[in-house]
């Protein structure tokens, strides 16, 4: 059963920094490439960042672009989201993704995601 | 960037009725399109990719079609546990792309 647990969350203040974590079970972790998409409170999905299954070449959302960080360790089997330079606008839960293939393709699982809360 | 429109925002059906979800994108993405349910308090859940090709342990009154700009989503006749939020998704191009969401509710 493939399994994704997002760790990290919490809250920080604007301009502080937070670093995700993802941990992966149940399937080939190294096979597949990964992302991270977020939701605010009330609303919908936003794509964030990606990464292919190699961790050789990653993909960001324009509003996250220069602050965000997305990694692997295929030896941990976990993705990881480096976030640093918050926003009160960055608050939203966000969940983990496994895609279909090495480096494209839809979501087919997700993590339970995790709270991220910007606030002074 | 590829601009995910769906409609309507709200859908209000009876249990047992047919329901039909719209998703347009702002230029062609093939059949590179997949549609999430969601449900309060949960994470997403795959339905369809590739436009019309169900996800594993996806009942079959779940069905997708369309192609290039338009695609429909239909839930043949709904029951309790299909009321909730349903999103489609674009995987053709960066920067990928959500709608904004179809919210089935209960009539």
């Known amino acids: 059963e493939v399994q994704l647990l997002e760790s990290g969350g919490g809250l920080v203040q604007p301009g502080g920094s937070l670093r995700l974590s993802c941990a992966g079970s149940g399937f080939t972790f190294s096979n597949y490439a990964m992302g991270w998409v977020r939701q605010a409170p009330g609303k919908g999905l936003e794509w964030v960042s990606a990464i292919v299954d190699n961790g050789g070449s990653a993909n960001y959302a324009d509003f996250v672009r220069g602050r965000f960080t997305i990694s692997r360790d295929n030896s941990r089997n976990t993705l990881y989201l480096q976030m640093n330079s918050l926003r009160v606008e960055d608050t939203a839960v966000y969940y983990c993704?496994?895609?279909?293939?090495?480096?494209?393709?839809?979501?087919?699982?997700w993590g339970q995601g995790s709270l991220v809360t910007v606030s002074s | 960037e590829i601009v995910m429109t769906q409609s309507p925002a709200t859908l209000s059906v009876s249990p047992g009725e047919r329901a039909t979800l719209s998703c347009r994108a702002s230029q062609s993405v093939t059949t590179n399109l997949a549609w999430y349910q969601q449900k309060p308090g949960q994470a997403p859940r795959l339905l369809i990719s590739g436009a019309s090709t169900r996800a594993t342990g996806i009942p079959a009154r779940f069905s997708g079609s369309g192609s290039v700009t338009e695609f429909t989503l239909t839930i043949s006749s709904l029951q309790s546990e299909d009321f909730a939020v349903y999103y489609c998704?674009?995987?053709?191009?960066?920067?990928?792309?959500f709608g904004g969401g179809t919210k089935v509710e209960i009539k």
């Open positions: 998704q674009q995987y053709n191009n960066w920067p990928l792309t």
């Open positions: 993704a496994k895609r279909t293939a090495v480096a494209w393709g839809h979501f087919d699982y």
